[in-house]
């Protein structure tokens, strides 16, 4: 194993640990908005802090952290298309249906503070794609 080979499982994991009513489309979507913020140099451009701190970025109201759950690559068929939809991610062969976005949220149950910081404020995060039933945004 290559360091690389860590930080894709990690991008994995995370992706696999968003809704699963879009399906790979919205846990891909959630691995391209980690690489977008890894090219805009959000925390340094480090890929394994973006993937640890990747809830501070939704504004939940929630204020306990998730508990990520692992996939099993060996019987679920989903987590391996998402495991490698995460290395073509990483690798930088993944077209980015999200139009460079770095938020993203579900208007109908985004917190007041993700509304307030980043849906209302449409001239410095304009709405970018619609991804299933996510909103993406500058």
Not at 44 to 72: A, T, V
Not at 111 to 127: A, G, L, N
């Amino acid at each position: 194993m290559v360091p690389s080979d860590y930080v894709v499982s990690a991008l994995a994991t995370l992706m696999w640990n968003e809704s699963h009513d879009d399906l790979l489309l919205g846990m891909t979507m959630c691995g391209l908005i980690v690489r977008n913020r890894v090219n805009a140099g959000w925390e340094d451009g480090q890929w394994l802090r973006l993937i640890e701190r990747h809830d501070q970025y939704h504004f939940r109201d929630d204020k306990n952290p998730r508990i990520l759950k692992l996939g099993n690559p060996h019987n679920d068929m989903m987590f391996r298309r998402c495991l490698a939809a995460a290395e073509n991610i990483y690798n930088n062969r993944e077209r980015d249906i999200t139009e460079g976005a770095l938020w993203y949220g579900r208007l109908n149950e985004c917190s007041e503070e993700f509304k307030t910081k980043i849906v209302r404020q449409m001239s410095d995060h304009p709405m970018v794609a619609t991804i299933g039933r996510n909103a993406c945004f500058q």
